[in-house]
């Protein structure tokens, strides 16, 4: 099991930045990929970006390329989500996911994090 914490969310005004981080914790050693989704009131559950360990590759939905970074610290095994000129369509909860072993699909949510961009 790998269990993931996500902190860094809050209240921002358009244009501005935030950084969200991701701690995992537990059989880190099974993920070989993570990513960073997010859930709009009345929306589903959105891919916003993911990074493959193994290969140090990052890809990205297309509405946030360009304003968008995710990164890894895999000393402290954890993934950032560095997001700048941040625009109100951007309010969602971020939710960190990993995936695991030999699942093709993320099977570790973290709890997520509040993100708010005001206009």
């Known amino acids: 099991q790998v269990q993931l914490g996500e902190s860094g969310g809050g209240l921002v005004q358009a244009g501005g930045s935030l950084r969200l981080s991701c701690a995992a914790s537990?059989?880190?050693?099974?993920?070989?990929?993570m990513g960073w989704f997010r859930q709009a009131p009345g929306k589903e559950r959105e891919f916003v970006a993911g990074?493959?360990?193994?290969?140090?590759?990052?890809y990205y939905a297309d509405s946030v390329k360009g304003r968008f970074t995710i990164s890894s610290d895999h000393a402290k095994a954890t993934v950032h989500l560095q997001m700048y000129n941040l625009k109100p369509e951007d309010t969602a909860v971020y939710y960190c996911?990993?995936?695991?072993?030999?699942?093709?699909?993320?099977?570790?949510w973290g709890q997520g994090t509040q993100v708010t961009v005001s206009s």
């Open positions: 537990g059989r880190i050693f099974s993920v070989y990929a």
């Open positions: 990074f493959r360990t193994s290969a140090g590759t990052s």
């Open positions: 996911a990993a995936k695991t072993g030999w699942a093709s699909e993320y099977v570790s």
